[in-house]
């Protein structure tokens, strides 16, 4: 009997033409060309966003890199030579540092106990959380600047305690990023099943968040420190305002005496955002992973 069975599967007559339909299907997938093709207006899009983007950082290599007759890196080792880059530097770094620190400690958990607890409170949460993009940074130093500062009678300015000011105003702009990005790790598993889970096999809430929480949302807490780095490390207007040296401050007051080493230090300042732009797209390409845990992970 030739042609196909009553059950649907390919007797030995029609096997060869099968077999040779499949290969054809195959190499058809394999030919080149045969891809979705990316849209005019794409392609036209990304033409200028790269113009936009790239435009002005070849007007500033080569106004810092070059003389008007031929082309050196001096001033790029003049500036980072300077003890004025390098304590400016490392300020940025470690109120960046601190600042990212304090928003995954404070944000990670309150993040967590909304979505399992207190889940009327996400409005109220989200309304707050996005007030710093309403609010001008130059509002929150001037406030800073009035409720703390050398003609008010809490004097913190003046004091040891003076970067508390600097770190909380940094903590605070860069709340929405963070938020967001924990909020959205957090929805985007079971919280509710993986805790009660975990409270079934004997763990306490804090165990609960340390072992199971967390590692489930570990790209969602990565993407919201990267975040929060390159915002405070980029941030001008309450460093200047407030009376900080850090490295954008410093920037502008070195472009007012050697134009050409600051502009070799902003392709520094852009390297450096850049950097972590970067780390943070390569770990949003990443597929979260399943989570298995057992009792004695819990332990």
Request: positive net charge; glycine residues 8%.
């Amino acid at each position: 009997m030739s042609g196909t069975s009553i059950t649907g599967e390919a007797t030995e007559e029609t096997l060869p033409a099968v077999v040779a339909g499949a290969e054809a299907r195959r190499s058809a997938r394999k030919r080149p060309g045969r891809g979705p093709r990316m849209p005019v207006w794409a392609a036209v899009t990304l033409l200028m966003a790269a113009v936009y983007f790239l435009l002005p950082l070849y007007g500033t290599a080569v106004f810092g890199f070059s003389t008007g007759k031929h082309f050196t890196l001096q001033p790029l080792f003049d500036g980072l030579a300077d003890e004025g880059f390098q304590a400016s530097l490392q300020l940025s770094l470690t109120y960046s540092i601190v600042t990212t620190i304090l928003a995954l400690l404070v944000v990670a958990p309150t993040a967590y106990l909304v979505e399992l607890r207190f889940p009327r409170l996400r409005t109220a949460i989200e309304f707050v959380t996005i007030l710093p993009f309403v609010i001008p940074p130059i509002i929150l130093a001037v406030g800073l600047e009035t409720v703390f500062g050398i003609n008010s009678p809490i004097n913190l300015i003046a004091s040891s305690w003076a970067p508390v000011l600097l770190i909380g105003g940094y903590f605070v702009l860069t709340l929405p990023f963070v938020f967001r990005a924990i909020d959205n790790a957090l929805r985007a598993v079971d919280v509710r099943m993986l805790s009660e889970a975990s409270a079934s096999l004997g763990a306490g809430p804090v165990r609960t968040f340390l072992r199971v929480i967390v590692p489930s949302i570990s790209l969602g807490l990565v993407s919201a420190a990267l975040l929060a780095f390159t915002t405070a490390m980029g941030e001008f207007t309450l460093a200047a305002l407030l009376g900080y040296a850090t490295f954008p401050v410093y920037l502008l007051n070195v472009n007012g005496y050697e134009p050409r080493m600051g502009e070799g230090l902003v392709l520094v300042s852009f390297v450096i955002t850049w950097a972590g732009v970067i780390a943070l797209a390569a770990v949003a390409r990443k597929a979260p992973g399943t989570l298995a845990f057992s009792r004695g992970a819990l332990m």
